[in-house]
């Protein structure tokens, strides 16, 4: 957050939920100006009616727009195509193009269907799932693994998903990635050695200044989380 002005945009967040940083990194790309809620899950407070009112699905993340009659967007990758939509005029994270924005949409999606909920599962039965079940962990590593091998292959032709330069259709990737990476990826598994490709373009995306700055933010809340 920037500047002495009241923030153009309000984000439902938590400190540690992948899907909510990654529309800071894209804030932080455009230079808007915003303020974090975390909510807490542990009481609840995503489910609260008053959130609830906001995001009827009660997850993070939940955007309000307060220069555009507080329009309320959940969705983190909807949340990321309105704010490129509306705010990157000259293209700097996104495609120009129709058919740019199509494909754009079509890493969003993969993304969105591919990663998001995969490696959510895969954190859950790892790391929270009250009882051990094998066969649940082994599904969604997998998963992950085959989802990191569409990356490689595509990766083996050019430096980005999508076009030249680094757009949203590769940003929002990033935070899942890195969680999955330290605690997910089973440990027989080396990444930098099997899916070079796939490190190389995390590292590329984790050294962009606005995500590293959104990190920075992250550790600083430290064991808020
Ligand atoms: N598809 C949604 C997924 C949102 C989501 O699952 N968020 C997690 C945190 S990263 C959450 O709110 N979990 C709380 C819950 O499942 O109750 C998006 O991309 O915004």
Redesign the pocket.
């Known amino acids: 957050m920037s500047g002495t002005q009241e923030p153009q945009f309000t984000i439902y967040s ?1 400190a540690s ?4 940083w990654r529309v800071v990194y894209v804030l932080k790309a455009l230079s808007l100006t915003y303020r974090t809620i975390y ?1 807490d ?1 542990t009481k609840g407070e ?2 609260s009616a008053e959130y609830l009112s906001l995001n009827p ?5 939940t955007l309000i727009d307060h220069s555009n009659n507080d329009i309320t967007i ?6 990321l195509t309105y704010l490129v939509e509306k705010y990157d005029h000259g293209h700097r994270i996104s495609a120009e193009s129709e058919e740019g924005r199509i494909q754009q949409l079509q890493w969003l999606f993969f993304q ?1 269907t591919g990663q ?2 995969y490696f ?1 599962q895969a954190a859950w039965f790892k790391l929270f799932h009250p009882e051990k079940i094998p066969s649940a962990i082994e599904r969604y590593e997998k998963e992950i693994l085959r989802v990191l091998q569409v990356l490689e292959s595509v990766l083996e032709s050019k430096e980005w998903l999508n076009g030249e330069k680094a757009t949203i259709a590769d940003i929002a990737w990033v935070s899942w990635n890195s969680f999955a990476f330290e605690a997910l990826v089973p440990e027989e598994v080396d990444i930098p050695t099997q899916l070079p490709r796939v490190w190389r373009w995390h590292q590329r995306l984790l050294a962009l200044p606005y995500i590293a700055e959104a990190i920075k933010e992250k550790e600083a809340l430290g064991n808020e989380a």
């Open positions: 938590h939920g992948p899907n909510g909510l899950f995503h489910k699905n009660g997850r993070i993340p959940f969705e983190s990758n909807a949340i969105g998001g909920p959510g």
